[in-house]
C-alpha cells in the first residue's frame, strides 16, 4: 500500500533539487511536507522543507533537528538530520516518491512557525490545527 501525501510526511523528489546556494542539483532529495493536508487534495504541487544532515552550512538558527530515539523510527531520516527552515521548495507531486516516514504533527508545527519566522511570506498554507481562512 502506498502512504498517503500528507502533513509531515516524508518525500524525495525524483528530479535534481538544486542546494540553497543554487548549485549541486541532486535528485532523491529528501523533504518534510509542510503544506495543509486540505491544499493538498487536487493540488499539482505541495511545499517541503529540506532535510538535510550538512549542518554547518547554514546558521544553527535556520534548523529544526529532527527527533532522535522513538520519533527518529517514524521518520527514517539519518541520524542527526534536521529540516532546514530556510529551504522551502515548491515540489510537482508527480515528481515525488512517497515514504513511510512522516513526522509527528507537533514537529511540523514547529518547523512551519520557524519557516513563517525565517522566510516571512514564503509558506502558503496553514500549520497543523489551524483553521481555513473565513471568506
Not at 21 to 35: D, H, W, Y
Amino acid at each position: 500500500m502506498v502512504p498517503s501525501l500528507v502533513q509531515g510526511r516524508i518525500v524525495f523528489c525524483r528530479k535534481p533539487i538544486a542546494d540553497p546556494q543554487g548549485g549541486n542539483p541532486k535528485a532523491n532529495r529528501p523533504f518534510v511536507v509542510i503544506t495543509h493536508p486540505d491544499d493538498i487534495q487536487g493540488a499539482q504541487t505541495i511545499q517541503g522543507v529540506a532535510i538535510t544532515d550538512q549542518l554547518s552550512l547554514s546558521p544553527k538558527e535556520h534548523y529544526y533537528p529532527l527527533p532522535t530515539g522513538e520519533g527518529a523510527k517514524l521518520h527514517g531520516c539519518s541520524r542527526g538530520s534536521a529540516a532546514l527552515c530556510t529551504w522551502i521548495v515548491s515540489l510537482s507531486i508527480s515528481d515525488l516518491d512517497v515514504s513511510n516516514g512522516c513526522l509527528k504533527l507537533k514537529y511540523v508545527y514547529s518547523i512551519v512557525e520557524k519557516v513563517r519566522e525565517l522566510k516571512p511570506g514564503v509558506f502558503q498554507s496553514r500549520a497543523p490545527g489551524e483553521s481555513a481562512p473565513s471568506t
